[in-house]
């Protein structure tokens, strides 16, 4: 197990460091991922869990990977690579991938 003084940091404090970093608020980063500012605040002080389309949409919004906020990466920086390359994408071609991945997901929900 960790060191005591190695805490690891609750999804709340993740997600108020990711906030933070983007220089946002809790009503502007609750407009960005379509959630209630109420939300943000109950996440950032463990009061309530997020689902995991809140979780995506908290990731998306601070452009931080889900893992960051969950705790299984330590580092912010570099936390929304996913695929080899993807740091040399536009943040359309993001939107383009996102979007076949999307389609692709419904038509296994629809054809299943």
Not at 32 to 38: D, H, I, K
Not at 69 to 90: I, K
């Amino acid at each position: 197990m960790s060191n005591s003084s190695e805490k690891e940091l609750e999804f709340g404090d993740r997600l108020v460091a990711a906030r933070e970093a983007r220089g946002l608020n809790q009503t502007e980063l609750a407009k960005e991922a379509g959630l209630q500012p109420a939300a943000i605040g109950h996440f950032e002080r463990n009061r309530r869990k997020p689902s995991f389309a809140n979780v995506r949409a908290l990731a998306k919004a601070l452009k931080v990977s889900a893992d960051y906020l969950l705790g299984r990466t330590q580092d912010m920086q570099g936390a929304t690579t996913a695929f080899r390359g993807e740091e040399n994408l536009s943040s359309a071609d993001r939107e383009h991938i996102q979007m076949m991945i999307d389609l692709i997901n419904q038509k296994k929900r629809s054809d299943g």
